[in-house]
């Protein structure tokens, strides 16, 4: 039986806990800075952050050559702290917030899928994070 490989990116924003968790749930903050590049957007993102509840963006190419859905099913969430979620294809995701003072600390696990390389999904989802923490740093 073959073992899920898990792939963590994390960053450290200097912004509150509450700042960090509206700016990173809300879908009108998600749009604004949910993407790898300066190519690509989000231009639609739903988010019923809740035990059972489902969320969706689409993340397309601003040329309009490429996109794609991404969504699951939250499994977990616990205000300022947890996010765990169960994407369509049945991978998990495990987010933890950690914020002290005006400082907050994102650990995000993933399971790797079989497509593409770890290595280019770890820089993937790194960028993305890393383009949450420029938004959040700017907007807080």
Known sequence: MET???VT?????Q???EKVWEFWTEPTHIKKWNSASDDWHTPIAE???REGGEFRSRMEAKDGSMGFDFGGIYDEVKKHEVIAYT???GRKVHITFKGKDDQTEIIETFDAETANPVEFQQQGWQAILNNFKKYAEQNK
Request: net charge negative; glycine share 6%.
């Open 4 to 6: 899920t490989k898990k």
């Open 9 to 13: 990116v994390e960053t450290t924003i």
């Open 15 to 17: 912004a509150s806990v």
């Open 47 to 49: 988010n019923d952050l």
């Open 87 to 89: 994407l369509g294809d």
